[in-house]
T-cell receptor
Framework: DAKTTQPPSMDCAEGRAANLPCNHS???????VYWYRQIHSQGPQYIIH???NNETNEMASLIITEDRKSSTLILPHATLRDTAVYYC?????????????FGTGTRLQVTL | EAGVTQSPTHLIKTRGQQATLRCSPI?????VYWYQQALGLGLQFLLW???????NRGNFPPRFSGRQFPNYSSELNVNALELEDSALYLC??????????FGSGTQLSVL
């Protein structure tokens, strides 16, 4: 699986957009970008994933660059409950023997 | 729909003992993943089971082992416990390699 690089921490004011970057320069053509978050050492929660097109769901938007070497997770209106560690991972298509490695993620602190 | 359930929630053992952790995946999910998360660290991949077989394993010693049962539930065994095995052990299930759904974990403390 391709490795990812994320900043260790970020701050965001409540109500503002939180933009979390991720570099995955060694991503291969069949690998998806997935985002998860982990709150208070609970089990990580799936947020969103994409292959090459931008994606949006009720939680967030995912912007993937045209060369697919980086992506940005956008929380459009961050709240205090979005304070968590956010993990960006890449993995192959269904059936690949993936170790699905999580890095150390970005610790997002949302403040008043 | 019930989520991924793990038991026990907390487990306290002493050095040299064996620990058994259990995981029940979401109904219909055939893949189960195990991760170790030491305090303040990221998730370290342990094992991946699918359709009853071990598909991949992380860089852990052989005393970490497991299995997946015909009903797709899974068990993680840690033999000869060491102090550094103290961690949160997370199980996740997946419908054949798609997004993962995590349980709340088992907090293992080795004294």
């Amino acid at each position: 699986d391709a490795k990812t690089t994320q900043p260790p921490s970020m701050d965001c004011a409540e109500g503002r957009a939180a933009n979390l970057p991720c570099n995955h320069s060694t991503i291969s053509g069949n690998e998806y970008v997935y985002w998860y978050r982990q709150i208070h050492s609970q089990g990580p929660q799936y947020i969103i994933h994409g292959l090459k097109n931008n994606e949006t769901n009720e939680m967030a938007s995912l912007i993937i660059t045209e060369d697919r070497k980086s992506s940005t997770l956008i929380l459009p209106h961050a709240t205090l409950r979005d304070t968590a560690v956010y993990y960006c991972i890449v993995r192959g298509t269904t059936g690949t023997a993936s170790k699905l490695t999580f890095g150390t993620g970005t610790r997002l602190q949302v403040t008043l | 729909e019930a989520g991924v359930t793990q038991s026990p929630t907390h487990l306290i053992k002493t050095r040299g003992q064996q620990a058994t952790l259990r995981c029940s995946p979401i109904s219909g999910h055939t893949s189960v993943y195990w991760y170790q998360q030491a305090l303040g660290l990221g998730l370290q991949f342990l094992l991946w089971y699918d359709e009853g077989e071990e598909r991949n394993r992380g860089n852990f010693p052989p005393r970490f082992s497991g299995r997946q049962f015909p009903n797709y539930s899974s068990e993680l065994n840690v033999n000869a416990l060491e102090l550094e095995d103290s961690a949160l052990y997370l199980c996740a299930s997946s419908p054949r390699g798609e997004k993962l759904f995590f349980g709340s974990g088992t907090q293992l403390s080795v004294l």
